[in-house]
Every structure is written in C-alpha cells, then in structure tokens.
C-alpha cells in the first residue's frame, strides 16, 4: 500500500499532490520502470513506433498538471532517444499531438464518423503499398505483426487432459458398429466414463443407452476414442439450466 507524505500520493502512473487545497496530478514512474520498450530498429510498421511516442505523450498531456508538463516532455525525450527514436520523428509526432488536443477542446461537440479499418500481416516496404488502395475505400489500414513473442512461448499452464475436462458434450462409438452416443456431464468426462462402464457391469434395472445396446448385441466401446464435440462456457451452462 502507497503511503503519501508532503501532500503527495503515488497511484498507478500518476501522483497525486494536494495544492492550496486543490488536487493537481503529475507523471509517476514506478520503480519497476526500465524504460525500454519498442526499439525504432525493430521490424514493425511506422504507425506502431509512433503510437509508442503518442500513448507516450498523451499520458503526458491529458494526466500531468500543465506547470509538470515541459518537465515530463523533456524526460520522455530522453528516454526516446535511448530507444533509438529519431529526434525529427519525436519531435514532428509531439507537435502534431500537442496541436490535436488543442483542436479535440475546442470541436468537442462536433460529430465524428467511426473509422473502418482493415488489418493485414506487416511485411516490411510490402505492406505500405496497400495504404492508397484502402484510401480508396474509405477505411483506414492496420498492421498486425505474424511473429509476436505470444506465437513462441508457451503458455505457463499445461493443456488439461483429454478426459479432465468437465461441462463437456462428449461421443461414444460402438468399436462394433455404427452406432454412437452422444452425452452432456457437468463433472469430470472421466468420472462420467467410469459410471458408464459400472451400469454396463452391473446391468441395472433401468439400463441406460449404452447399457442396453451392450446387452442386447454384446458390442464394446471404444472407451479410449471419446470424442469431445465442445467444452460449454459457464454463461451457456446456467442459461441452459434457467
């Protein structure tokens, strides 16, 4: 837990300072905060690297007291520059953000049409040339990047069992025939295998499905190729039981 001292309060990326009984919020900086991100060398679109110094400056303009801002601009500079942004770039983008903001206050109320975009695999010098043809269009191009740190390492939880699953809608085929069943369990599809094999044993007096076709063409199943033809999400399930 954050505790303020000297009238100021650290929380989340602001700080917030009680000022001749008014609040006013400057930029933090947790200590966490390595200032690395997004190298202006790596292979991504040029809309990518820019949004990096416009999220950047926008948190800058819209989040800091207007007395902290040329402070907060200076530094972000700086850490640009330690990533390999041009200077021309960093300052051409700050100005262009400074200049909307201003326009945004002062056309708050005019109506804007959503955008419509269109996104395709970023091919560096390849991509770019699909930007007049969406002009055209009247939609505006995005990039997505195919190689993505997400696509080479694994998640950090294994993948459950075929047979651990629950809520599931599973099929039994007959090892012998055509025939199949197709069934619903909230537990476990192993616990509910296990239950079908013990009617099948037992032959009960009210037999199920499986059980009776057991018993009256003595046909096995094939108990290790249950398919599962889905998994149901627990907003389905409780509507399914309303």
């Known amino acids: 837990m954050e505790i303020g001292s000297d009238n100021r309060l650290n929380f989340l990326d602001t700080t917030i300072i009680v000022d001749n009984c008014r609040i006013i919020f400057d930029n933090f900086h947790k200590k966490t905060f390595s200032g690395r991100f997004l190298n202006f060398h790596s292979n991504h679109p040029m809309n990518h690297k820019k949004g990096i110094i ?3 400056i926008d948190k800058i303009l819209l989040l800091s007291h207007p007395r902290f801002q040329q402070k907060n601009i200076t530094e972000a500079i700086k850490i640009f520059l330690n990533n390999s942004y041009p200077l021309s770039l960093i300052f051409s983008t700050i100005d262009q953000r400074i200049k909307y903001h201003i326009h945004n206050q002062q056309n708050t109320h005019n109506f804007h049409v959503k955008d419509k975009y269109f996104t395709i695999p970023y091919v560096k010098s390849i991509s770019e040339s699909f ?14 990047i195919p190689n ?5 390492i694994k998640r950090g939880k294994d993948k459950l069992e075929h047979c651990s699953n629950n809520n599931v809608i599973y ?3 007959c090892d012998d025939c055509e025939a199949s069943y197709v069934g619903q369990t909230k537990r476990k599809l192993s616990t509910r295998l296990k239950e079908h094999m013990s009617d099948i044993r037992k032959r009960t007096g009210s037999p199920s499905v499986i059980t009776d076709h057991r ?3 003595d046909h096995n199943f094939k108990w290790d190729d ?5 998994i149901e999400s627990s907003s389905i399930r409780d509507w399914y039981l309303k």
């Open 215 to 217: 018993i009256n063409f």
């Open 148 to 152: 993505t740190l997400k696509s080479f």
């Open 226 to 230: 249950v398919q599962i033809f889905d």
């Open 131 to 144: 930007l007049p043809i969406s002009s055209k269009f009247q939609c505006k191009l995005a990039f997505s």
């Open 54 to 56: 416009i999220s950047f």
């Open 171 to 173: 099929k039994i085929t």
